[in-house]
């Protein structure tokens, strides 16, 4: 595809982020403590990319939804079970990640649950927003997994949104191959 043609899809993209950085500030979503409007942006442009990531298919949106929600239980688990072996210091710390990690890489055997990267974003995710807010209860971790996974969710949007239009643009731009063509014959 000649670039006068292809210059199309990054112009598309980035109306797209344009636009998520025009809808951030209207989308009140958790507390100002986790980052108030701009919650929204940098969460759903890391869902964006997993999307890519994933291979571009509703299918692994749905397993990086998994991933985003077994990663926010995997750091509450990670919170939770550091408080009861603190007193080790570093060590306890270290056991309890250990503890923790053997059943979200054990995952990939499951098949609705193997996308381990979204879990390890997921659990980046909620570790930064638990810092930030200094949640330490369980009704608190939940007052910053619900924006994450609102941010999640509309970052696989976009990237939905960024796979169907591209899809679309490059096969009317795009002349069929021979081999294209005559598949299309037969299927008729």
Known sequence: MPFSK?????????????????????IKIGPESIGGPALLSWISFQAWA????????????????????GGIIASIAIFE????I???????????????VI?????????????????????AVFFALQFMSGASTIPQ???IAVPEMIACVV????????????????KKVMPATDEQAEELKKSA
Request: aromatic share 18%.
């Open 50 to 69: 997993m999307y890519f990531m994933g291979g571009c298919t509703v299918k692994m949106a749905g397993k990086t939804i998994v991933g985003y929600v």
């Open 81 to 84: 079970l550091a408080a009861v």
């Open 6 to 26: 292809f210059i199309v899809i990054p112009i598309f993209v980035a109306f797209q982020a344009a636009t998520m950085m025009l809808l951030a500030p209207l």
């Open 155 to 170: 970052g696989l949007f976009y990237g939905y949104c960024t796979v169907t239009f591209r899809t679309w643009y490059e």
């Open 141 to 143: 971790y939940i007052e």
């Open 103 to 123: 059943p979200i890489i054990a995952a990939e055997r499951i098949e609705i649950m193997n996308f381990i990267p979204a879990w390890f974003i997921g659990a």
């Open 86 to 100: 603190g007193p080790l210091g570093g060590f306890g710390l270290a056991l309890t990640v250990f503890i923790v």
